[in-house]
């Protein structure tokens, strides 16, 4: 099954999006992608908001989305991105690629919302290869005992309002611990706001071991 049907959540998202690239996010992105070159997986791609980013020396993006007015979004993207994007179907849990066939992946804002984060860094893992970047912008569990008293609450709910999303999970453990090393990563409030449950954020390159 590689639909995954979030139909309130995929009209609001690049709206939503739009006002995060104004705060800030758009820069996020450039950094994500800074430097990345070669064959590119990126897997829930949403409606496309990374494609403009990418440098010349990526030779081809392949980028899958399950929910499909995101997906339909994001091919009308591709076509006006700077570099090759295919838009696919797909789950990051189940990636129909072959191993080793990808020199970067590339996971934003994703993780947070696929259903087994920890077999989707396998997936992500397997079709890289070696020596192949992660290269990821998430945000995660807080530092804090009381921030993480106040996502683990907020996970109660907010999944159902933000397509699938969870803001407690601790995804840059998850990585690290993955068969992957991590080579660079930044720890960022994002947005600015003491009362924002997703955040704070990484963006980081991970090294497929
Ligand atoms: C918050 S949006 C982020 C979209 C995009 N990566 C970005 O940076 O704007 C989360 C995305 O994850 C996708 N998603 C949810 N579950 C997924 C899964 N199991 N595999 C791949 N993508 C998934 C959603 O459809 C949605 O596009």
């Known amino acids: 099954m590689t639909d995954l049907r979030h139909p309130i959540f995929a009209r609001l998202y690049p709206r939503l999006d ?3 690239a104004k705060a800030g996010g758009s820069e996020h992105r450039a950094e994500l992608l800074a430097e990345a070159s070669g064959r590119v997986l990126e897997v829930g791609a949403g409606y496309g908001a990374n494609f403009a980013h990418y440098p010349p020396e990526v030779t081809e993006v392949v980028a899958v989305e399950p929910e ?26 189940d990636l129909d690629a072959d191993d080793a066939s ?4 590339v996971a934003s804002l994703v993780l947070c919302s696929v259903r087994d984060p920890v077999r989707a860094l396998a997936e992500l893992r397997r079709v890289l290869r070696p020596g192949g970047e992660l290269r990821y912008y ?9 921030k993480v008293r106040f996502q683990r609450w907020t996970d109660v709910v907010w999944p159902y309002l933000a397509g699938g999303c969870h803001v407690s999970r601790r995804t ?4 690290a ?12 409030e994002f947005p600015d706001t003491r009362g924002n ?4 954020h990484v963006i980081g390159i991970a090294v497929r071991d």
Do not use: K, N, Q
């Not at 611990?177 to 960022?188: A, D, H, L």
């Open 102 to 105: 990808f020199d970067v992946a």
């Open 68 to 93: 499909p007015r995101l997906r339909a979004r994001a091919a009308a993207l591709a076509a006006r991105a700077p570099v090759p994007v295919t838009v696919r179907p797909g789950v990051a849990e």
């Open 18 to 20: 739009a006002a995060t």
């Open 138 to 146: 998430e945000h995660v569990r807080g530092s804090t005992p009381g």
């Open 172 to 175: 840059d453990e998850w990585i």
């Open 197 to 200: 449950p997703a955040s704070p």
């Open 177 to 188: 611990g993955s068969g992957f090393t991590v080579r660079t990563e930044r720890r960022f």
